[in-house]
T-cell receptor, first 111, second 111 residues
């Protein structure tokens, strides 16, 4: 199956700083999603982004499918951005809709 | 519109006991999933369903059974709980291979 590698595993930011999180895939994907798990454990879908670039407020994501990676940008970070960010992917051409998750990037934003 | 809900939120079992976790969604999604989350392991797929009356094994299916008798419900059963099944269990749903939405999770401890 697809292997998903996320970097960095841990990140500490001062409030107001910008950051880039990376997700690499071992094989082609045509379904790629980013999630945020807040400190209370809730998983929120941030982006469905199999290719191209999308923006949602201070967050944006870019997927370069041909090179098998995706980036999540967080600008002007706030303490509420703290938590774990997961990327997940699958290739539905083989009839598989099972997303494989990376192990996450733990982000701590300090005031 | 409640999204994805899970029952119960917390449970403590003794080794060998059985229990059923209930997941319900009101978004008319065809696909439903059960994941488990363990420290440092990310999320791993247990079982999934692509429609009413269908189920399939995921990455870690041993020790679990599932049923999808109604489109809106997906049940996860543990017939004989083991300490290795101590985990946080998440249910999710999606419209085909689109965005995946998670429930709030069930924290299960097996002693």
């Amino acid at each position: 199956g697809i292997q998903v590698e996320q970097s960095p595993p841990d990140l500490i930011l001062q409030e107001g700083a910008n950051s880039t999180l990376r997700c690499n895939f071992s094989d082609s994907v045509n379904n790629l999603q980013w999630f945020h798990q807040n400190p209370w454990g809730q998983l929120i879908n941030l982006f469905y982004i199999p290719s191209g670039t999308k923006q949602n407020g201070r967050l944006s994501a870019t997927t370069v499918a041909t090179e098998r990676y995706s980036l999540l940008y967080i600008s002007s970070s706030q303490t509420t951005d703290s938590g774990v960010y997961f990327c997940a992917g699958s290739y539905s051409g083989a009839g598989s809709y099972q997303l494989t998750f990376g192990k996450g990037t733990k982000l701590s934003v300090i005031p | 519109n409640a999204g994805v809900t899970q029952t119960p939120k917390f449970r403590v079992l003794k080794t060998g006991q059985s229990m059923t976790l209930l997941c319900a969604q009101d978004m008319n999604h065809e696909y439903m999933y059960w994941y488990r989350q363990d420290p440092g392991m990310g999320l791993r797929l247990i079982h999934y369903s692509v429609g009413e009356g269908t189920t399939a094994k995921g990455e870690v299916p041993d020790g679990y059974n599932v049923s999808r008798l109604k489109k809106q419900n997906f049940l996860l059963g543990l017939e004989s709980a083991a300490p290795s099944q101590t985990s946080v269990y998440f249910c999710a749903s999606s419209l085909g291979s689109g965005r995946m939405y998670f429930g709030p999770g069930t924290r299960l401890t097996v002693t």
